[in-house]
């Protein structure tokens, strides 16, 4: 029986192999970090396998016992901050809130060629040796488009076909740390699901042997949908950190690079195992059984069988095997969270651990528990994985009696809730349909959460089994009024900020006189002024952050990055390459030359990079609405990047959008930069803008007193950013691509102005050095190339044809060959039908190719006239010294012709095709002297 045969490898045998294979190749084996990065406020929770490692990488710590090799397997939780992946939780085969990140490090070590033999050997690689043996055939890869030196590699190494090497873009495959700093490129590499059967059991055929399936080969586009669609299962991603980003972009590179690598332990395992969920491995098979017995109902999400019927406090409803699911995935990241000194609380990293605590009870709630159910699984998470982290053992005691504390108190407040529910949406009568009874009022609904910590969504889920509304508006603007009250209350008189080492408090040099007021941004009209500077902390390095009494620097926020620029004094000047909000004040941060004074100072930001924001700014606002509109009001903006050079729009939509629609959205958006529309802007009350129909982001947070941005009749939007004053000021907006970033969300990236005019004019250049190659005219092109492509596809099947036979044709003059000495060598001679050289030349390496031992002879007048004589010689031959160029030139000059070329092809033109004949008879007898003893090709 083969190793890929054999039993499959549970979660706990692919860790380890994983780990005990990077130390064969000396690498040290590290323990998992903490689930709090350590000296890192800028992330709530590792998660990642290189954030323990983050400042080796960026060369601030030398690597712990000067070891240049590790490997881990690092606790991870992607619940609040920039990665969340909490609200797809349970509803997906792949997201969790905590994960198992296996990685193996270079710090200045080995680069691409070891890691990316480590990683072919350790996946494919027998697993009798300690490998995970997974077929290669199932495997393909994906480079940095760029990479060409990774994309040899695993040519070379894994011997994989250039169809089986797909080059991405930057977003998919190019890895940075931040906007400056390390980075460089990624190379992933995915298995191919569709060896797994029906069942998703491994398909084998009747003597027991992996049978093979469609290996249909994909272009880069199918490749990607079909990642997308989830045939193809990103296991793995080495990330080559090569590169230094400059302030300006540039591409500096690294005197040591390093390697980054992260696999997904669960992805792993759910495709070692044969299984289409991460939650059907033996990772979260006990978890789901502790919920079964906890909550009395069977999990049916392991097959395609409805939602089960039941009754929950009176009411008929269905079993949502998400639910199951979330329980399951939440008591892990609860139980992990809470051993690692996690508390539950209000704020920061407690307050995620209370949401995702509230959010498991909330679903075992939906499954009709009033009592604590999270705290049995919590108690499953403990027996099976307290082995692998011991942390969990010493703390059980500790994490199942807060779970359950937390769990009570919640279940209180919602029973508490639920009687004052009952009074705001009062069930009566019958209700006819979809017939909305009556509304809760968003100051109704903050209550419910503020005093009984009744969750929005739960407060929403029960008013439409009712059928009420929610006024969502008016609880996000009661919601952001109490966190404004809160602030306020808790600020300081003494303005601080968190300094650059972690832990330390670093105070601001306040000018003489100067007071801590809001500073006044003034970018919106001016990107040049006189001003003063009223504050300066020193960050190190020559470094410094400005705090100005008005400022022309926007700092980053919904989505438009920050301004550069420069703030000039007398005898100094700053160049500012970041703006931070500190304390909601935009401070301006960069690097000192001279000797700085307080007193009057000119902040400039440079004209053009802030007029090409603002172009690609309000572009976003007309691409919202244009989508909107082709698509359908389901749109909503998941994200967006607003940078001078680009624009980069997220969106919820189900799947790719077409080319026809994409055009149509081109369109609609140049449409209004064409009419010239003034944008007009305002400020006004957050409820009142919205009940003008002023769109919000979902989950931002907005302020009592919203600015407005509008083209009129067309979008209106709240936002803080810049934008022109008229549409016509873009000039132009063109697409680069569509492409999908998560389920549900696709990305566009467009450019506008001078980027739009740059692309087009790359463009043009493009096709005109095209048109030059194919020598056609520009709008010719492609009849041209589709001339060549309908002559490529006759040629193929006239080859393809005498490949095969073709009416015995090569066979019939293989059977002819004449042998021409005792060694076995043969030769053929034929007048044959070929339109061109091209296809003359192909019909000689397949008789050159079939011949095994000799010489051929071919010759062909074609379409337009011309007659050539074409002559082969098989390598045998050659080293021999025969030379299909000597025997050429002399059948040439037999027939009243010229010709020559290499020792295995030669040809010459032949002016009388009525001469062919009697050169092919008289070519044996050449071609025997040529086979003579002695006798050396010249």
Known sequence: ?????????????????????????????????????????????????????????????DPPDGRRRATTAQKCVRAGGKHNDLEQVGHTARHHTFFEMLGNFSFGDYFKRDAIRFAWEFVTGPRGAGNLGIDPRHVRVSVFRDDDEARALWREIAGLPDSRIYGLDEQDNFWQMADTGPCGPCSELYVDLAHLAGDWAFARGAAGEWTELDRSEF????????????????????????????????????????????????????????????????????????????VGLPYRGRTDAHPGAMTVRGRATTVDPASFRVLADHARAVAFLLADGVFPSNEGRGYVLRRILRRAVRHAWLLGRTEPTLVRVVEAVV???????PELRARSAHLLKTTRVEEEAFLATIEGGLARFEQLAPESGTRLGTEVRGTISGDDAFRLYDTFGFPIDLTELMARERGYTVDIAGFNAALEEQRTRSKEERKSRRLSVQADAPGEAAEWDLAPGATADEVAFVGYD??????????????????????????????????????????????????????????????????????????????????????????????????HAALRQVLGEAVHQAGSLVAPDRLRFDFTHHGPVDAAKLDEIQRIVNDRIWAAIAVTTREMPYPDARAAGAMALFGEKYGDVVRVVSVPGFSMELCGGTHVRNTAEIGLFQIVHETGVASGVRRIEAVTGPGAYALLHGRAQALARAADLLKAPLDGVEKRVQALLDERRALEKRVDEVLRGGGDQMQQWLSDARPVDGSGARFVGRIVAAADLKELQTLGDALRERLGSGIGVLAATFADGK???????TDDLVKRGVSAGALIKELAAMAGGRGGGKPHMAQAGIPDAARLDEALANAPAMVEALLSPGRVAK
């Open 1 to 61: 029986m083969s190793d890929r045969d054999s039993q499959l490898l549970t979660a706990a045998d692919i860790r380890e192999r994983f780990l005990a294979y990077f130390q064969r190749q000396d690498h040290v084996r590290r323990p998992s970090a903490s689930l709090v990065p350590a000296d890192d406020p800028t992330l709530l929770f590792t998660n990642a396998g290189m954030v323990p490692f983050k400042k080796v990488f960026l060369g601030m710590e």
């Open 219 to 294: 272009s880069v586009d199918a490749f990607v949908e079909g990642a997308e669609a989830g045939r193809f299962l990103e296991i793995w991603n080495l990330v080559f950190m090569q590169f230094d980003r400059q302030p300006d972009g540039t591409l500096v590179p690294l005197p040591r690079p390093s390697v980054d690598t992260g696999a997904g332990l669960e992805r792993i395992a759910a495709v070692l195992q044969g299984v289409t969920s991460n939650y059907h491995t033996d990772l979260f098979q006990p978890l789901l059984a502790a919920v079964e017995d906890a």
């Open 383 to 389: 027996e099976a994985m307290g082995d692998v982290y």
């Open 526 to 623: 001016r990107v040049e002024i006189e001003t003063q500077v009223t504050a300066l902390r020193k960050l190190g390095g020559g470094r410094v952050a400005l705090l100005l009494r008005e400022t022309p620097f926007y700092a980053e926020s919904g989505g438009q990055v920050s301004d550069h620029g420069e703030v000039v004094g007398a005898g100094w000047r700053v160049a500012v390459d970041d703006v931070r909000k500190i304390e909601g004040r935009p401070a301006a941060v960069g690097t000192l030359t001279g000797s700085f004074a307080f007193g009057r100072v000119t902040a400039r930001v440079p004209g053009m990079p802030r007029r090409d924001t603002e172009r690609n700014h309000t572009a976003t606002h007309l691409l």
């Open 867 to 873: 007659t050539t004589m074409l002559a082969v010689a």
